[in-house]
């Protein structure tokens, strides 16, 4: 019911910036939880951030707080993370998710799924 595409990605030094893009096809969008998540080798898939249908409620996990936003347009059915002051600790593959559900959205079960987009910082 829901495709959803990233795209952004890439390789950045250490201090710099990234926005990513998830583009979400069907008609419904507001209707949906949205939410990325990153993945680096070896370890489990981390919630990184979440927001709302409306935009009103975002969520962030502690180790992007103040660097990282989340933000959507629901007129172009598409969620951004801008991420500032990036080091090697944010490489990763990153995944947008949605889901109905606030509270599933923010977990590994949420519904509909990204490819993911690799963010590669260097030092």
């Known amino acids: 019911q829901v495709r959803l595409v990233e795209s952004g990605g890439g390789l950045v030094q250490a201090g710099g910036s990234l926005r990513l893009s998830c583009a979400a096809s069907g008609r419904t969008f507001s209707s949906y939880a949205m939410t990325w998540f990153r993945q680096a080798p070896g370890k489990e898939r981390q919630l990184v951030a979440a927001?709302?249908?409306?935009?009103?409620?975002?969520y962030y996990t502690d180790s992007v707080k103040g660097r990282f936003t989340i933000s959507r347009d629901n007129a172009k059915n598409t969620v951004y993370l801008r991420m500032n002051s990036l080091g090697p600790e944010d490489t990763a593959v990153y995944y947008c998710a949605a889901d109905r559900s606030w509270s599933i959205a923010k977990t590994a079960m949420a519904e509909f799924w990204g490819q993911g987009t690799q963010v590669t910082v260097s030092s």
């Open positions: 927001i709302s249908g409306s935009g009103v409620i975002t």
